[in-house]
């Protein structure tokens, strides 16, 4: 199993530009999720999955988009790249309800700086 | 609402010292589990630990040991003869229990800890 997987792993956009950070797993998990790291702030969420075709708003969606058409993919797209998106975005996924552990799995993360 | 807190911001130490990481925690929910994440230098998150709302036994990881303690909301950590290769940012986080869904999957962290043991 490759477990979580990002790409790409660094990115240099200019305003106003768009993009798309992938985001792939192959533990058949239902569950998927989008945080973002800054500087003192811990991950936040983004934007979350319960699966394939269900997509709900984190703690700070806005200027991002999901989308979930398989169980394996969870892209994030950027449409207009800000300054303020300027960090490093992890991607997660996790067991069905099944399962009673709520363990995360994470992937390597993508460092996105905006100019 | 759901929040974590880690007041230390940064925690440094000689090696072969032992530290505690502080973990406070606020939920509503009866049922939750707490996590410890270490992120290294390089980056990546590496889980460490996850206990659920039901168990309060500490437990012990060689040199990791985790204190959980609902009566004041906290779930501190304990790195016994720290070593250089701790040196690493540790997240503690929450989450409720699964409800099929529902956001009850996710993770709320706290702002980390950045622990520097020097040689």
């Known amino acids: 199993n490759a477990g979580v997987t990002q790409t790409p792993k660094f990115q240099v956009l200019k305003t106003g530009q768009s993009m798309t950070l992938q985001c792939a797993q192959d533990m058949n998990h239902e569950y998927m999720s989008w945080y973002r790291q800054d500087p003192g702030m811990g991950l936040r969420l983004i934007h979350y999955s319960v699966g394939a075709g269900i997509t709900d708003q984190g703690e700070v969606p806005n200027g991002y988009n999901v989308s979930r058409s398989t169980t394996e993919d969870f892209p994030l797209r950027l449409l207009s790249a800000a300054p303020s998106q300027t960090s490093v975005y992890f991607c997660a996924s996790s067991y069905t309800p099944v399962s009673p552990v709520n363990e995360q799995f994470f992937g390597p993360g993508t460092r996105l700086t905006v100019l | 609402a759901q929040k974590v807190t880690q007041a230390q911001t940064e925690i440094s130490v000689v090696e072969k010292e032992d530290v505690t990481l502080d973990c406070v925690y606020e939920?509503?929910?009866?049922?939750?589990?707490l996590f410890w994440y270490k992120q290294p230098p390089s980056g990546e998150l590496v889980f460490l630990i996850r206990r659920n709302s039901f168990d309060e036994q500490n437990e012990i990881s060689g040199r990791y040991s985790w204190n959980f303690q609902k009566s004041t909301s906290s779930f501190n950590f304990t790195i016994t003869a720290s070593q250089v290769v701790d040196s690493a940012v540790y997240f503690c986080a929450l989450s409720e229990a699964w409800n099929y869904g529902g956001s009850q999957g996710n993770l709320i962290f706290g702002k980390g800890t950045k622990l520097s043991v020097k040689p």
């Open positions: 939920t509503r929910d009866t049922t939750y589990y």
